[in-house]
């Protein structure tokens, strides 16, 4: 179904090319009613969701009475308020559609027409309708008119809907509309990985909606109905980990059947005769039925005609049932597609409309059921036709990507309106090109595109598809023979991308990139690129003005492009600086030397190959000549790489300029002190070796407010250079949002406090930071000083304070004199490249620079990522969040044998055994993926899933002598193989991948540990890795496939057999690509949320709920309804609903954010099983206690098979199992989960932890309920002695433990005394009745609360003071743990403790 916008490629800026599912927009504007019935049957990616494209343009009206100062501050809110006013100004129209009731509709008078066309066609009543128009007062409506320029259009309008005349495209729609509502609840295309769609299960735990629907209204009451036993395989201990759960049986997926086929007919197209009749095409149906119809569409409708499948006859058939629409038409000619029809729209409608809306990005799922393959008309027009996308569509056939993805770069961006548009359009057109990137890339590796360069050999070919370049990772003409040949071919793709992301993230008016796309597919890494105007037509020689092709032999310049990369030199700290060209003249650059300028025929400045944006890493890049610190050569530094592309990460630099920030403030504070202090005495000698000292130790000054200092790359940094890795962009939005528990991978934890705090690196809390303020005598005024010099240029200060801020730049490698400005020069290192002798003292000072930054990554970040593991603000569960939280603090994943390393030396090993086991797991997969890309190229597409078996065979099976299976064609037709041989990508012999085995391969395995990560693993068969380092293979599968795009069928595998192999080629159901791009971001929504974030950590929940919900809008009007970033807005406001009383609401957005993680990251990503944690949490909270423990049950489940029991996580989520379980009264039950919780605290947090106090209190309440008072007694004790050694005699939570002792031992003395007296007395014993406790509800919540890190507290701002007070206090006292009730210190999105 595609809807009229499609005629407008993204690039024209006045209509706004509506956005994918736009409509399914939480936002209160769009009334309930229109949200329930418009949000899009988003099935195909041509969908264009309309409704709600109002948002933007109502925030428009605002934003002209605010002229825009929503950059101020006080801006900020007033603006909002105004924002609010307007969009509440919609309004009522009654809609008259042919033989149904006339219904209301509320409409906006931003919305265009075209929006309501297509909240029609998803309705249930009038879903069936494609072709028709809205007409007022016998007036037809344009389609592209808002709602507020169409005369007398108001309040009780009547808008009749009338039929429209078909055309061949209408025609071709309305079909592929009715295919679309035919194939709704059908989960194949998401199997498949097509049009976006992606698999959610939530709905089979909650039994359908959650609050929405009546069924669930029941309340606790009625306990005695829930059965709680696990399965066995969720239960603690169990050590078998099914596959088959992962994805639970919809009973709604069964499909119902309307039609058995629905298929264009072989007597297409029309001939002329018939064409002057009116007819546009044949189709050919069978129905349920079994009769074989075929119908002709013409310009007046679809009616039966004569012809059979061998006689054509035209002629209508009597009756010839006429109808306008296909639904009508069927529904009379059978009874079963009227019956099934009308029950699948119910059905449809009914589901969460988040089940439905297509996500941004396709995200592909790892295992499938096998499904049977129907037939459908439209898939197979879709792959065999030269459909790129859109083009019979779109006037003009193919788009021109280049030009739409520059063009809405242009957009104005003055103020909140444009802005919001204008990000809307780009991501919009990112999203696409991302897809077309995609399948061009696919289709050039299956060999579906003629090359450009036929003739060369395979690996040199390159292609143009959809005006889109690709190019394949191979080192063609020796380019890169002296960094590294293929090996780094392979490598400067992803560079350049993250060069793309870094300029396009500063995003300065007037530079052009080049939208870039990296796909791995089938062992082949390809480059999309879009096509610079006019750049085929010439040679590179003459069109490239700056920079170089040659690797700097010869090098221009241009002042244009000097003056437009002076404006990213300060963001991306790259400095600018002079290199000789080819006749020894210095030629001034700011980028590194491969970064080239080209003018297109459009007159644009572009800029590519942006391989070396990032200065290159000596840790990784061996110079003759040069020392590295003796700490970094004790560790083995510098090491051999397979390229000499090795750079530093984005985040990495920012780290450090913010670790020289502080360096350079504390330096000024000591001269400011030392010269205060000349003053007062003169006895200044020992002062000024003091200073002396200090810069010279200003390497890596170890101490630890330092290390600490370098955690935090400053948020607001972070946020703006978007750097976070493409895969699953949770960018520091998400961060910010990612629940305590979740902090994962979140840097410093209060990454999002008031700026002064972050400079500071990671404190846990502003007030922390103050102190380290203070405890730095003179740091103010240093401050103060610094900033004065910057505003003043320095004038009016006396000579002396000149002279400290000079020491100090000297002191931390400065560029400027006068203020603190660190840049790296990008082309230090680079072979070729030559610099001039008057700047001899800079390149020295650069490459001091560089290693002290290399230093600085293996002396800082390492140490300070384990220590956030250590205290669990970092908690990887998987690969990717573990690749995450390197990522964030700047590490490459090159590095991941040293933190491995690091962490085996860890006195405190035992408490990093997780993070361990995950670094390992994610070191052998990442291994195992090399050595498959090489393995992959080699094989020919018809052995791909014997070749891929065999591969996981050797990998995971137990079974000693796997042997492929060569498929026995390929024996028969080697002669004819011979001739097609050199077509395949890579050639090779095709069958040389059959006698790996798996002892070969992990011998490869090991050494490649060995050669690349610098990591030695002593084991030859998967049954000694799993038995040493504790890994569950069927982890291990997840990660490889994850890894290399593997699709698996899903069933239960046995890998421990010594007898037959674990999979047989028919258990590889897909190869899917794995694809890098760049994530365009939402600037002002991000805003919104930060300072929604920052009013939350200062109590101000009502102001912070308020600026988050307008932060969801915005978020929704540039990405759609489906993002990581709105999924993390959803999270925080549920927990602010949750937090202000509103249960109900706080599951409802849960629910969404759920419902999102499933989609937009996947079904078993270690966010979503967070998600369902939280969800559970708030289902308890509304008396839902079944779904709650099912939803509890699911996140084990999932935490299982992702990262085992033997998790940190794991402890909280046990002890959220056990307490709902004791709350239904369940004991022994309960006691099993909260027992295991209670190990795995004891082992992740150390025996005198407060978290293990309260894992004793929690086990001992549930002895008590069992009347067990010794056991209970035992288990208080314990908790006692805790706190008391923690937390001192007179603390409450002390006394509240002593108390509990008491009354345990009063209860235990009083059922000792019954007990004697039955001994005595026998039968006839007089018995006082004992108090047997079953919890009550609100008291489980509360210590639900408790361990999920939610405390209530009643916010005056006196009980605020006092609290502050309490928190400081608490910090002196010694930072040896957190109470675990004060959690909420630790988190970001929690309420305002701090």
């Not at 929006?115 to 007022?136: A, N």
């Not at 002629?315 to 009308?342: D, G, M, R, W, Y």
């Not at 003091?690 to 407010?705: G, R």
């Not at 970040?861 to 995450?884: N, R, W, Y």
Request: hydrophobic share 35%; net charge negative.
């Amino acid at each position: 179904m595609v809807s009229k916008t499609d005629d407008i490629p993204a690039s024209v800026p006045n209509c706004n090319p509506v956005d994918l599912a736009d409509g399914a927009q939480d936002s209160k504007e769009t009334s309930k009613t229109r949200l329930k019935d418009s949000c899009g049957c988003g099935h195909s990616a041509d969908t264009a969701m309309v409704n709600g494209d109002g948002a933007h343009e109502r925030t428009d009206e605002a934003e002209s009475k605010q002229d825009g100062n929503s950059e101020t501050d006080g801006g900020e809110e007033s603006n909002e308020q105004e924002v609010i006013v307007i969009q509440d100004t919609g309004f009522t129209v009654k809609i008259q559609a042919p033989g149904t009731e006339p219904f209301d509709l509320q409409v906006s008078p931003q919305e265009m027409v075209q929006e309501i066309h297509q909240v029609l066609m998803d309705r249930e009543d009038t879903c069936h309708r494609t072709c028709f128009s809205l007409q007022l007062d016998g007036n037809v409506l344009d389609n592209f008119a808002e709602l507020k320029s169409i005369e007398g259009l108001q309040e009780g309008s009547l808008l009749k809907v009338v039929e429209e005349p078909y055309t061949v495209r209408e025609a071709r729609i309305h079909v592929r509309h009715i295919r679309d509502l035919l194939k709704s609840l059908d989960p194949s295309d998401a199997y498949n990985g097509v049009d976006c769609n992606s698999l959610s299960f939530l709905s089979i735990f909650t039994d359908g909606d959650l609050g929405d629907s009546g069924k669930r209204k029941k309340k606790g009451n009625e306990l005695e109905q829930i059965d709680c036993t696990p399965p066995e395989h969720i239960l603690p201990g169990s050590k078998d980990r099914p596959l088959v759960p992962l994805q639970p049986h919809n009973k709604d997926w069964k499909p119902m059947q309307c039609l058995k086929v629905l298929t264009m007919s072989g007597w297409n197209p029309p001939p002329g005769n018939r064409k002057m009749h009116g007819d546009l095409m044949y189709l050919y149906m069978v129905t349920v039925e079994e009769r074989h119809v075929s119908v002709t569409a013409s310009t007046r409708g679809f009616y039966l005609n004569q012809s059979t499948t061998y006689t054509f006859n035209p002629k209508p058939s009597n009756p010839s049932f006429l109808s306008h629409s296909l639904v009508e038409l069927l529904s009379q000619i059978s009874p079963a597609f009227k019956k099934n029809f009308t029950a699948l729209q119910k059905k449809r409608v009914q589901r969460h409309p988040f089940e439905r809306i297509a996500t941004p990005f396709q995200v592909y799922s790892w295992t499938a059921p096998q499904v049977d393959h129907a037939m459908d008309c439209v898939r197979a027009e879709d792959a065999y036709t030269s459909r790129l996308g859109y083009e019979e569509h779109i006037p003009g056939q193919t788009r021109d990507w280049n030009e739409e993805l520059q063009t809405t770069r242009e957009l104005p961006r003055k103020n909140l309106p444009e802005r919001l548009l204008r990000e809307r359009a780009i991501f919009k057109v990112h999203s696409d090109f991302a897809a077309a990137a995609t399948r061009g890339a696919m289709a050039v590796i299956d060999g579906n595109v003629m090359a450009i360069n036929p003739g060369e050999e395979t690996r040199m070919q390159m292609f143009i598809w959809n005006n889109i370049f690709f190019s394949l990772g191979f080192d063609v003409r020796d380019h890169y023979r002296e960094l590294g040949g293929d090996a780094a071919a392979h490598a400067a793709p992803t560079n350049d991308l993250n060069g793309v992301r870094a300029y396009g993230a500063v995003d300065v008016e007037g530079l052009y990139t080049l939208g870039t796309v990296v796909v791995d597919y089938r062992g082949y890494r390809v480059t999309a690129q879009s096509i610079i105007p006019g750049i085929l037509e010439r040679e590179q020689e003459q069109s490239v003005i700056y920079g170089s092709i040659d690797f700097g032999k010869t090098v221009v310049s241009h002042s244009k492009y000097l003056e437009l990369l002076e404006k990213t030199s300060r963001p991306l700290k790259v400095q600018s600086h002079n290199v000789l060209n080819e006749k020894n003249e210095a030629v001034e650059l700011c980028s590194s030397v491969e970064c080239k300028g080209i003018i297109g025929n459009d007159g644009r400045h572009y800029i590519l190959d942006l391989l070396r944006t990032f200065p290159p890493d000596l840790n990784f890049l061996p110079v003759d000549g040069e020392e590295l610190p003796p700490e970094s050569l004790r560790q083995g530094f510098p090491r051999q790489h397979r390229h000499r592309l090795a750079c530093l990460r984005q985040e990495l630099i920012e780290a450090f300029v913010e670790h020289r920030y502080l360096l350079f403030m504390k330096m000024a504070a000591l001269q400011l002190m030392q010269q205060k202090a000349n003053k007062d005495a003169k006895n200044d000698v020992p002062a000024i070796t003091e200073t002396a000292e200090t810069p010279s130790e200003s390497n890596a000054d170890t101490t630890q407010t330092q290390t600490t200092a370098s955690d935090s790359p400053s948020a607001t940094e972070v946020s703006t250079d978007s750097t976070s890795q493409t895969e699953n962009d949770t960018v520091a939005a998400s961060q910010a949002a990612t629940d305590g528990e979740e902090n994962h991978s979140k840097p410093a934890t209060n990454g999002h406090l008031e700026p002064a705090v972050t400079q500071n690196g990671e404190c846990k809390s502003p007030l922390e930071g103050k102190e380290l303020e203070e405890s730095i005598p003179g740091l103010a005024q240093a401050k103060e000083l610094a900033e004065t010099l910057v505003a003043e240029d320095g004038s009016c200060i006396d000579p002396k304070s000149r002279e400290v801020v000079l020491n100090a730049c000297k002191a931390v490698g400065s560029i400027s004199n006068t203020s603190f400005d660190i840049r790296f020069n990008p082309d230090i290192f680079s072979p070729g490249v030559r610099f001039p002798d008057d700047s001899a003292d800079d390149v020295q000072k650069q490459k001091q620079l560089l290693k002290d930054a290399a230093f600085f990554l293996v002396s800082c970040q390492i140490p300070s990522l384990v220590k956030d593991c250590l205290d669990h603000s970092a908690l990887p569960m998987d690969g990717a969040t573990l690749t995450e939280s390197l990522h964030q603090r700047g590490i490459n994943v090159r590095y991941l044998g040293t933190v491995l390393e690091f962490v085996d030396k860890t006195p405190a090993k035992a408490q990093l055994e997780h993070f361990y086991r995950i670094g390992i797991s994610e070191l052998i997969t990442r291994c195992a993926k090399h050595i498959f890309k090489t393995y992959l190229q080699g094989v020919e597409l018809s052995a791909l899933s014997a070749a891929v078996s065999h591969f996981l065979n050797c990998f995971l099976s137990s079974f000693p002598d796997s042997v492929a299976h060569l498929p026995p064609d390929e024996l028969v037709s080697r002669r004819k193989s011979r001739k097609r041989r050199n077509r395949v990508p890579g050639g090779g012999d095709n069958t040389a991948w059959a006698s790996l085995t798996p002892n070969e391969l992990w011998k490869n395995i090991a050494s490649e540990a060995k050669s690349y990560y610098h990591f030695t693993i002593e084991c030859e068969s998967v049954d000694q890795v799993v038995e040493k380092y504790g890994f569950q293979k069927t982890t291990l599968l997840r990660e490889i496939s994850v890894k290399t795009g593997i699709q698996i069928l899903i069933k239960e595998y046995n890998f421990d057999s010594r007898h037959k192999p674990a999979f047989t080629e028919e258990d590889i159901l897909n190869i899917f690509p794995v694809v890098k791009h760049v994530n365009p971001k939402a600037s002002d929504a991000f805003h919104f949320f930060q300072s929604g974030q920052a009013k939350v950590q200062q109590g101000f929940l009502k102001e912070g709920c308020e600026l988050i919900n307008e932060a969801l809008n915005l978020f929704n009007n540039v990405y759609g309804a489906m993002h990581v970033e709105i999924c993390a807005c959803l999270r925080l406001l549920a927990r602010l609903n949750y937090i202000m009383g509103d249960h109900p609401e706080a599951l409802s957005n849960q629910q969404k954010a759920v419902l999102m993680s499933e989609r937009v990251l996947g079904i078993e990503h270690p966010n979503t099983i967070q998600e369902y944690m939280h969800l559970s949490l708030y289902c308890f909270a509304n008396g839902q206690l079944s779904t709650a423990l099912k939803l509890l049950y699911r996140s084990r489940y999932l935490m299982l098979l992702v990262s085992g029991e033997n998790h940190p996580e794991m402890a909280l989520l046990d002890s959220n199992i056990g307490l709902v379980l004791h709350g239904v009264m369940e004991y022994d039950l309960s006691l099993r989960f909260l027992e295991n919780a209670l190990t795995i605290n004891t082992k992740y947090h150390g025996s005198r932890s407060l978290k293990v106090a309260l894992s004793h209190h929690l086990v001992a309440r549930v002895y008590e309920s069992k009347a067990e008072f010794r056991s209970a007694l035992q288990h208080e004790k314990e908790g006692y002695t805790i706190y008391k050694n923690q937390m001192g005699e007179a603390h409450e939570k002390t006394r509240e433990s002593s108390e509990y002792l008491k009354y345990l031992t009063q209860q235990a003395v009083a059922l000792q005394r019954t007990m004697n007296e039955i001994y005595k007395n026998g039968s006839n014993a007089s018995i006082t009745p004992l108090k047997f406790t079953a919890p009550s509800m609100a008291s489980v919540l509360e210590q639900l609360n408790i361990i999920n890190g939610i405390i209530f507290i009643p916010l005056s701002q006196k009980d605020l003071e006092n609290l502050k007070a309490e928190v400081q206090r608490r910090q002196q006292l010694g930072k040896s743990e957190e109470p675990t009730e004060d959690r909420p210190l630790e988190l970001e999105d929690k309420i305002p403790i701090d």
